[in-house]
C-alpha cells in the first residue's frame, strides 16, 4: 500500500479535518436555507400507508437482553414474508420521526450528528405481504413507503449489483441507505462526512437487534458496486448516492 494513499485514508477516520473548518462561513452560519430534512416525491406519487407504532404490541417481540446476546449476520432466509406490520416496525426502528420540532429539525430513533439525519433509505421489495416486488422509498415524516418503481427482477439486480452477492436474493427486502450530504455538510462543512457515516452505524445496529426481536435475520453489506447500485435507485451519484445496505428475511 502507498504510504501517501495510506495517510489520505486514515484522516478520514479522524477528526483533525474540524481543526480546519470555518463554521463561521458555513452555509447555516451565513443564512443559506436549510435543505429539506426528507427528499421530496411527486403529487401524483403512489404512497402506501405503513401500519403506526401504537400498533406494534402485537409484534411478537423478545427482549432486548436476548436479542443483542443473539445478534448476528444472517445470510439464509425462509420463504416466509415480511408482513406490512413488520416491515413498518423495521423502517421506524431505523429511520422513525418521534418528534418534529421545527420545520427543519427532527427527532429520528437513532441518533445523528447535530440531527441532520443526512440519510434516505431505500427498499428492494422481493417478498412483502401485499407489496409488489421492486423499488420504494421511506418517508420517516409521512410514516408511508412511496414507490419508485415496481421490477420483477429486482432480485437478481440488486444481488448482481453487491458484486454478485446472489444470497442477497433470498431476502424480503433489502434495505439500501443513501446519502444527501449537503443536509450535513450545510451546518458542518468538510466535518461532515465522517459523522454521516457514524450515523449509518448506527442505524443498521438498529436494524440487526429489531430483526432479531422478530425472528427475522439481517446482515449489513458494504461491498457494492457504486454506479450499478446509483442506477438502479435512479440517484445522481453526486448529490445522493448509496452508503450502504442491508438484506433483511424471515429466519423461521
Ligand atoms: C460495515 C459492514 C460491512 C459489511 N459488508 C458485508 C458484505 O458486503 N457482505 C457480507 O456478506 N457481509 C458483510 N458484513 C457482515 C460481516 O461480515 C459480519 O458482521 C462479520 O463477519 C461478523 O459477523 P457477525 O455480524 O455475525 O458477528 C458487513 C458488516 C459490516 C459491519
Redesign the pocket.
Known amino acids: 500500500m502507498q504510504e501517501s494513499s495510506l495517510e489520505q485514508y486514515r484522516y478520514f477516520l479522524k477528526d483533525t479535518v474540524r481543526k480546519t473548518v470555518d463554521f463561521s462561513i458555513t452555509d447555516q452560519s451565513l443564512g443559506v436555507s436549510p435543505p429539506p430534512i426528507e427528499k421530496g416525491y411527486s403529487a401524483d406519487a403512489e404512497r402506501i400507508d405503513l401500519i403506526p407504532p401504537d400498533e406494534f404490541q402485537t409484534l411478537p417481540s423478545m427482549d432486548l437482553l436476548c436479542a443483542i446476546a443473539n445478534r448476528?449476520?444472517r445470510?439464509q432466509f425462509s420463504k416466509t414474508p415480511l408482513t406490512q406490520q413488520e416491515l413498518s416496525f423495521l423502517l421506524w426502528a431505523t429511520q422513525g420521526v418521534r418528534e418534529q420540532s421545527s420545520a427543519d429539525h427532527v427527532r429520528r430513533n437513532v441518533p445523528s450528528a447535530g440531527a441532520r439525519h443526512a440519510l434516505e433509505t431505500y427498499l428492494c421489495v422481493l417478498n412483502v405481504e401485499g407489496l409488489d416486488r421492486g423499488f420504494y422509498r421511506y418517508l420517516p415524516l409521512e410514516h408511508q413507503l412511496v414507490i419508485e418503481y415496481r421490477d420483477e427482477s429486482a432480485a437478481e439486480k440488486v444481488g448482481w449489483a453487491?458484486f454478485q452477492?446472489n444470497w442477497m436474493s433470498s431476502a424480503a427486502t433489502v434495505f439500501l441507505w443513501s446519502a444527501i450530504p449537503y443536509r450535513t455538510e450545510w451546518r458542518y462543512g468538510l466535518a461532515a462526512h465522517k459523522v454521516i457515516l457514524l450515523d449509518a452505524g448506527h442505524v443498521?445496529q438498529n436494524l440487526y437487534l429489531a430483526c432479531e426481536a422478530i425472528s427475522a435475520g439481517t446482515?449489513?453489506?458494504?461491498?457494492y458496486d457504486q454506479e450499478l447500485m446509483d442506477d438502479l435507485l435512479k440517484i445522481d451519484g453526486k448529490d445522493e448516492f448509496v452508503i450502504y445496505l442491508a438484506a433483511v428475511g424471515k429466519v423461521d
Open positions: 448476528q449476520s445470510r453487491a452477492q443498521c446482515c449489513a453489506v458494504a461491498a
